[in-house]
C-alpha cells in the first residue's frame, strides 16, 4: 500500500491555505503552486524574476523531499498575460538541464495576488 508523505520546509513561502507545499506518495512528488515570490521579502518583479523565485520555491520544496529539478518530468505554468510567454521561457529553460520536462502553460484572467504574474507547479519522480 503506497503512503503519502507530506513536504514542508522553511525554504519556501508558507502556504496560505489548507494545503501542504508538496505531497510524496512512494516515488512521485507533487508540488504546490508556487508564486514568484522571494520567501525572505514578498517581493515579486517583472516576469523573469517571478519565474526564478517560483523555481526557486520549488526546488527548495524538492529539495527536502530528497528531490530536484533535474527530477521533474512535468510542470504546469499558469501566466497572468500571454505576451510574457517568451521571456518567461528564457527564464525558466535555465533552471533545468535537458530533457527539459514536458510542460503545459495556461493564461489565466487572475492569479491570487493582482501582483502575480505567474504560478508554477511540478511532479517529480524519484528512485
Given at each position: 500500500m503506497s503512503s503519502r508523505q507530506a513536504i514542508r520546509t522553511d525554504g519556501a513561502p508558507?502556504?496560505?491555505?489548507p494545503f501542504n507545499?508538496?505531497?510524496r506518495i512512494d516515488n512521485l512528488?507533487?508540488?504546490a503552486g508556487q508564486a514568484g515570490r522571494n520567501r525572505?521579502?514578498?517581493q515579486m518583479g517583472d516576469i523573469r524574476e517571478q519565474t526564478n523565485w517560483a523555481l526557486r520555491n520549488i526546488s527548495a520544496i524538492l529539495q527536502a523531499a530528497?528531490?530536484?529539478l533535474d527530477d521533474v518530468v512535468k510542470t504546469t505554468v499558469y501566466l497572468?498575460?500571454?505576451a510574457d510567454s517568451n521571456a518567461m521561457s528564457e527564464a525558466y529553460a535555465s533552471h533545468f538541464q535537458d530533457p527539459l520536462p514536458a510542460r503545459?502553460?495556461?493564461?489565466?484572467?487572475r492569479l491570487k495576488n493582482p501582483e502575480m504574474l505567474i504560478e508554477i507547479e511540478a511532479i517529480a519522480v524519484v528512485d
Open positions: 508558507t502556504p496560505t491555505g507545499q508538496a505531497i512528488i507533487f508540488t525572505d521579502t514578498g530528497g528531490a530536484s497572468k498575460e500571454g503545459s502553460s495556461v493564461v489565466v484572467t
